[in-house]
């Protein structure tokens, strides 16, 4: 079991910067994949960024070149998040990986990979 906790949300004017971060604990084993992703209203949710062990990040192509995942060795998850436009307002959860093996990267991005997921925190961005 992974527990999950977000925060940083918030509100910012487009063009803004946020960052967000997601503490894992209660955690059995270490999940070679963390992540974020996002539900906007009437949206379904989709994926924004991945990184697993070794440090290397996948990121959708909304947001890549504007924003940046991170991972230490205690689990600690950081998504900075710079250039915002009004489409990224959503809200967004942390997501642990159901397991500490390796798997391909073209499925990072696949909600199904991941087992526990946070409470979720809200970002807006205004125009």
């Known amino acids: 079991q992974v527990h999950l906790v977000e925060s940083g949300g918030g509100s910012v004017q487009a063009g803004g910067s946020l960052s967000l971060t997601c503490v894992a604990s209660?955690?059995?084993?270490?999940?070679?994949?963390m992540g974020w992703f996002r539900q906007a209203p009437g949206k379904e949710r989709e994926a924004v960024a991945v990184?697993?062990?070794?440090?290397?990040a996948v990121y959708a192509e909304s947001v890549k070149g504007r924003f940046t995942i991170s991972r230490d060795r205690k689990n600690t998850l950081i998504l900075k998040m710079d250039s915002l436009k009004p489409e990224d307002t959503a809200l967004y959860y942390c997501?642990?990986?159901?397991?500490?093996?390796?798997?391909?990267?073209?499925?990072?991005?696949?909600?199904?990979?991941?087992?526990?997921w946070g409470q979720g925190t809200q970002v807006t961005v205004s125009s």
């Open positions: 209660s955690y059995t084993y270490r999940p070679w994949c």
């Open positions: 990184i697993d062990d070794d440090g290397s």
């Open positions: 997501a642990a990986g159901r397991g500490s093996w390796a798997f391909p990267k073209a499925a990072y991005l696949n909600e199904a990979a991941y087992a526990h």
